[in-house]
C-alpha cells in the first residue's frame, strides 16, 4: 500500500498540534510492514525524521518548466531533493503555472507557516499537488487539515485514486461559531469531494455530518493518540522551588481555548486556600486581556505567565506542575492532556474536547462551569488520594493509547475505499 | 419437605447534594432533600405499597403459609418516616400477621463490620435493633449485614451479639462443589447458623425476568418450583434474597411480576414446598456442615468481594479517613452531628466512587447520582471535611482522645453533684436554724466542687473552650 500524503506541518518545527498528530500517525502506520508514505510538505528544514517515510519538499518541486545550470541547482535544492528527482519532477509539468511567482528553478517558495496570504500558499500548494501527483506512483491519497484539501482534491483528479481526508480541526472550532465564508468552503469542497473523510473525534464528526451536510456513512472517527516518551524527555527532572501545588494551563492564550475560565476558576480555589499557584504558559492574542483580569481580581501574586515555550520547556512547566488543565472551548481532539498524563500529572479537560471522549481518569468539566472546575481543582489539590489515583490510573490509561491502533483504523479506512475489504 | 426462604432487602440512601469546596465550613447541610424525596415516593409507590399489598393478600389467602423476611436499614426507616410513612403503616399491618420476620442489620446500612478495632458495627446493630423493636415492637433474632458482606470474623462477631443465625450470599467460590441449599453454620463459632443465598435463582428473577435474550424468558412460578424440586432430594432450603426494588421498580409492574409473585405459593403447594422465615429455619434445622470464609464475601458484583465499595485507592482513603475521627464523633452528644455521622456511613456513598465499571459492567453507573466516580470522591470529601470540622470544633486541640474522655468524665460527675446538691439546698424547708446550718455545709460543698471544677475548666481553657452543654450545667 502506498499512500501520498499532504501535511502542513511536521515535528521538529512545529506550531500546533497538527504537526504532532502528522508525525505519530505516519509513525504508527510505518509498524504496517507493506504501508510506504510519501508526506509532502510546503517547507521541510531537512531535519525531520525520514527514517520511516519520505519528505517532498514542495518549495523545491518544479511548477514551470526551467533549465537551471547543475550548480546553480544543486545550490538551490540544498540537498532538500536530488536533482534526478527534480528533472523527474519537471518532465510532469503538464500545467501552465506561469501566473505564479517563482523562483529561478520553477519551484514556489512556501513559508511553512500560517501568513496573511496563507490563501495564496494553499493555492500554489494546490499548482505542487498536479505535479507531484503525475511524477509518483501510489494507490491512495491522504490530506491532513484543510490547508491540503485543495491539493488533495487536485491530485485526485489527475490520477484517479481516491482521497481521504483527515480532519484535525474545522472552522467552527477557531471561531467560535462565526466562521470564516473562504475557509468553509475550501473545506466543504474538500469533504464533498473526499471518497472517505476521517475525523479526530466524535465531535468533529457531528460538526461534519451537521454543518458541512455530509453522508454520515462517509465518515469515521479514528481518535488520535501519544507518542512515548523519549528518554531525553524522561530524563527531565522536575523542579518544584515552591511549597506550593502548581495548576497549569498550557496553549495558545486564544478565545479557542478558554483561559478566562481558568482565571475565573483560580480566583475562586484562591478565594478558599492559599497553598496553590497557578501558571498560564503560551502566549496568544488574548494574554494581555487575561493578565488585567488577573490583576482586576488581584490575584498576581499567585498567578503566573510564562510567555512562549519552546522545546523542553514545556515538559519542564508540566512536570512540576500538580494539575493541569485544558478549558478549552471547542477542542477537536487535544493532546496536550494526554501529554501531561503520560508524566503523570492529574488532569482536567473540558467536556467540549475531543479527547474526554475516550479518557476515563481524568476529570471532565463543562467549560463554562467554573465552579465545577475549581471544586476539580481543589479535590486534586487537597486530596491526596485523588491526586495519586490520577496520577497513576491516568498514566496507566494514556501509555495505551498507542499510535499504531489509530493506524490501524486508518488502513483499515484505505481498504474499504479500495474496495480491498 | 422442601422451603423456600424469602428475604428481602429495603435500603435507600441519604443522597447528598452538590456540595463545592467553597460551601466547606459554611453549610452545614448536605442531603439532596429533593431527590431523596422524589426517589423514596416513586420506590414506595411502584413498589413498596403494592408489594406490600400482595404479600400481606399472599399471606391471608394462604391462611398464613405464605412467609417472607425483610431487612430494612435505618437510613431507609427513616426517610420511609420522613416522606412515606404510610409505608411504614404497611409493614406494621405485615409485622401483625406474624408471618414476617425483621432482620437486623447495621442502621446506617454501613461498611462498619469492616472496622475490626472498633465496636461501631456494634453499636450500629443495636441501634437497628431498637429501632425496629421501638418500630414493629418485635425483637430481632437474625442478623444480615450490609451487602450480605460477611467473613468468619465478622460470623464471630454477630455470635458474640447473641444473634442465632445470619445469612449471607452462596459465593462460588466459597462454596465449591457444595450446593447453597442447605443450613450451615459459621466456621469460627457453630452456634451460628448461616442461610446462604442461590445466587442462580435469586438472579433469575432480579436481574432476568424481563430479559428477552435470556434463554429461559419468560419466567413463570410454575418453571421456578419445578426448578427447584427438580434439584437433588436432600437440598431442602432454597433461600431467594433480593432487593424488595425488583417488584416494581427493578422489573416493572407491566412485566407481570406481581402475578408471578402471586402465583408462587400455588404452585408451591402442588410440589410440596412450604415457606419459612430465617429464625424459625433456624430453630428446627440443624446445620449440615460449617463453611470457611477467611476472606470477606458480599452479593455484589462477579467478584463477590468488597472492591466493590473498597476497591479503588479515593474509597479506601475516604473509608479510612471517616473512620479515623470515629473515636471523637463517639464522644459527642450533639444529635446533628451523630445524625450525620450514620449518614455519612452509607455503604452507597463508596459505591458510587467505584471505578470498576471503567472496564465492567455498567450496574454501578446506574445507580449513582454522579456522572463520574471522581464527582463521587469530591463530593464526599468536600461533605466531610465540613463534618471533621464541625467534630474537631466541639473539642479542644491537641488533647488526645483519651484525656479527653477522662475529662469529659470529670465534668459529668461534677456536674451531677452539683445539681444533687442544688437540689438538696432547695429542698431545705424545714426549720430555719436547721435549713441555716445545711444551707452552709452545702454551700461548703459547692464551693469545694466549684474550685474543683475550675481547675478542670482551667486545664481545658489552657487549650481551648469546654463544651458548650457542660458550660450551662456550671
Known amino acids: 500500500m502506498r499512500a501520498l500524503m499532504f501535511g502542513w506541518e511536521f515535528p521538529p518545527h512545529i506550531l500546533g498540534g497538527l504537526g504532532t498528530a502528522s508525525y505519530g500517525l505516519t509513525r504508527g502506520m510505518s509498524a504496517q510492514k507493506d504501508m510506504q508514505i510519501t508526506f509532502v510538505l510546503p517547507k521541510p528544514w531537512g531535519d525531520e525524521d525520514q527514517s520511516f517515510l519520505r519528505i517532498i519538499a514542495a518549495n523545491k518541486v518544479p511548477v514551470v518548466w526551467r533549465d537551471p545550470n547543475w550548480d546553480y541547482l544543486n545550490q538551490e535544492l540544498a540537498g532538500r531533493m536530488s536533482p534526478d528527482e527534480y528533472y523527474r519532477m519537471r518532465a510532469c509539468i503538464q500545467e501552465d503555472n506561469n501566473h505564479i511567482g517563482t523562483n529561478g528553478i520553477g519551484s514556489i517558495e512556501f513559508s511553512g507557516r500560517y501568513p496573511d496570504n496563507l490563501q495564496e500558499e494553499i493555492r500554489n500548494y494546490d499548482a505542487v499537488a498536479g505535479v507531484v501527483s503525475r511524477a509518483l506512483d501510489f494507490d491512495i491519497i491522504h490530506s491532513h487539515d484543510w490547508l491540503t484539501y485543495p491539493a488533495g482534491v487536485h491530485a485526485k483528479y489527475v490520477s484517479g485514486k481516491p482521497l481521504v481526508i483527515h480532519v484535525h480541526a474545522t472552522d467552527f472550532d477557531r471561531s467560535r461559531g462565526n466562521v470564516n465564508p473562504t475557509v468553509y468552503s475550501i473545506e466543504k469542497a474538500g469533504m464533498d469531494h473526499a471518497d472517505h473523510i476521517i475525523t479526530v473525534s466524535n465531535k468533529t464528526r457531528d460538526t461534519v455530518i451537521d454543518q458541512y451536510h455530509i453522508d454520515p456513512a462517509k465518515v469515521t472517527t479514528v481518535h488520535n493518540a501519544v507518542e512515548p516518551l523519549s528518554p531525553e524527555i524522561q530524563a527531565i527532572q522536575p523542579h518544584h522551588n515552591t511549597k506550593d501545588k502548581v495548576v497549569t494551563f498550557l496553549g495558545r492564550i486564544t478565545m479557542q481555548k478558554g483561559p478566562e475560565y481558568f482565571v475565573e476558576a483560580a480566583h475562586k480555589v484562591l478565594q478558599k486556600t492559599k497553598n496553590v499557584r497557578f501558571v498560564m504558559a503560551g502566549s496568544g492574542d488574548m494574554m494581555e486581556k487575561m493578565i488585567s483580569m488577573v490583576a482586576y481580581k488581584n490575584i498576581g501574586d499567585r498567578f503566573h505567565f510564562t510567555g512562549f515555550l519552546k522545546g523542553t520547556e514545556v515538559y519542564e512547566i508540566l512536570k512540576s506542575s500538580d494539575v493541569y488543565i485544558m478549558p478549552s472551548v471547542s477542542e477537536p481532539f487535544g493532546i496536550s492532556p494526554l501529554e501531561a498524563m503520560q508524566v503523570g500529572v492529574p488532569t482536567i479537560v473540558s467536556k467540549q474536547s475531543g479527547c474526554a471522549e475516550i479518557l476515563s481518569n481524568a476529570i471532565k468539566v463543562d467549560y463554562w462551569d467554573i465552579d465545577a472546575m475549581a471544586n476539580a481543582i481543589y479535590s486534586i489539590i487537597t486530596y491526596p488520594a485523588m491526586y495519586n489515583y490520577l496520577k497513576v490510573e491516568g498514566k496507566k490509561e494514556v501509555d495505551g493509547i498507542v499510535w499504531e491502533n489509530a493506524a490501524w483504523k486508518v488502513r483499515d479506512i484505505y481498504d474499504r475505499v479500495l474496495g480491498l475489504k | ?474
Not at chain 2, 425483621?102 to 437497628?128: G, I, N, P
Open chain 2, 1 to 474: 419437605m422442601r422451603t423456600i426462604c424469602f428475604y428481602f432487602q429495603i435500603h435507600q440512601p441519604f443522597r447528598l447534594k452538590r456540595y463545592r469546596f467553597f460551601d466547606i465550613g459554611m453549610d452545614h447541610y448536605y442531603y439532596d432533600d429533593y431527590a431523596n424525596e422524589e426517589i423514596i415516593r416513586r420506590i414506595a409507590e411502584r413498589c413498596y405499597l403494592p408489594a406490600n399489598q400482595t404479600i400481606l393478600q399472599m399471606i391471608k389467602e394462604t391462611g398464613g403459609k405464605f412467609k417472607v423476611a425483610f431487612s430494612i436499614s435505618g437510613i431507609a426507616l427513616e426517610q420511609l418516616e420522613l416522606y412515606a410513612p404510610e409505608v411504614i403503616d404497611s409493614f406494621k399491618e405485615l409485622a401483625q400477621t406474624g408471618c414476617v420476620e425483621f432482620l437486623a442489620e447495621t442502621f446506617a446500612h454501613s461498611l462498619s463490620s469492616l472496622e475490626e478495632d472498633s465496636d461501631e458495627f456494634e453499636l450500629q446493630v443495636k441501634m437497628h435493633a431498637s429501632k425496629i423493636q421501638s418500630l414493629f415492637g418485635y425483637k430481632p433474632t437474625t442478623f444480615r449485614n450490609t451487602e450480605l458482606i460477611y467473613s468468619d470474623d465478622i460470623g464471630r462477631r454477630v455470635a458474640n451479639m447473641g444473634f442465632k443465625g445470619m445469612i449471607t450470599e452462596g459465593a462460588k467460590h466459597v462454596l465449591g462443589w457444595k450446593s447453597p441449599n442447605y443450613v450451615y453454620c459459621c466456621a469460627s463459632n457453630p452456634r451460628l447458623k448461616l442461610l446462604l443465598k442461590n445466587y442462580k435463582l435469586s438472579d433469575d428473577i432480579t436481574f432476568r425476568f424481563s430479559d428477552w435474550s435470556w434463554d429461559q424468558f419468560p419466567l413463570t412460578a410454575d418453571k421456578l418450583i419445578n426448578w427447584i424440586s427438580a434439584c437433588p432430594k436432600e437440598e431442602d432450603v432454597f433461600n431467594l434474597f433480593m432487593n424488595y426494588e425488583t417488584f416494581g421498580e427493578l422489573q416493572s409492574k407491566e412485566t407481570g411480576i406481581f402475578e408471578f409473585l402471586k402465583a408462587i405459593p400455588r404452585m408451591a403447594e402442588k410440589a410440596d414446598i412450604n415457606f419459612e422465615t430465617p429464625a424459625n429455619l433456624f430453630s428446627k434445622k440443624k446445620p449440615i456442615d460449617r463453611i470457611d470464609v477467611p476472606y470477606t464475601i458480599s452479593w455484589a458484583d462477579e467478584e463477590r468481594d468488597t472492591s466493590a465499595w473498597l476497591g479503588n485507592e479515593l474509597q479506601r482513603s475516604a473509608f479510612n479517613i471517616l473512620y479515623s475521627i470515629r473515636e471523637k464523633v463517639r464522644l459527642c452528644t450533639d444529635r446533628k452531628i451523630l445524625q450525620d455521622w450514620y449518614y455519612l456511613q452509607t455503604s452507597d456513598h463508596f459505591y458510587y466512587m467505584s471505578t470498576k465499571h471503567f472496564s465492567d459492567g455498567a450496574v454501578h453507573n446506574h445507580f449513582s447520582p454522579y456522572e463520574t466516580p471522581f464527582e463521587a470522591f469530591t463530593n464526599y470529601m468536600n461533605v466531610l471535611s465540613d463534618f471533621m470540622i464541625r467534630v474537631r470544633e466541639k473539642f479542644p486541640e491537641g488533647v488526645d482522645v483519651e484525656e479527653l474522655n477522662s475529662l469529659m468524665k470529670t465534668i459529668d460527675a461534677q456536674g451531677k453533684i452539683i445539681a444533687q446538691l442544688e437540689q438538696e439546698k432547695n429542698d431545705t424547708t424545714s426549720t430555719p436554724s436547721e435549713a441555716k446550718a445545711k444551707k452552709r455545709k452545702v454551700e461548703c460543698k459547692a464551693q469545694k466542687v466549684t474550685k474543683e471544677r475550675k481547675s478542670t475548666a482551667k486545664k481545658e481553657k489552657s487549650t481551648t473552650s469546654v463544651p458548650k452543654s457542660k458550660k450551662s450545667i456550671a
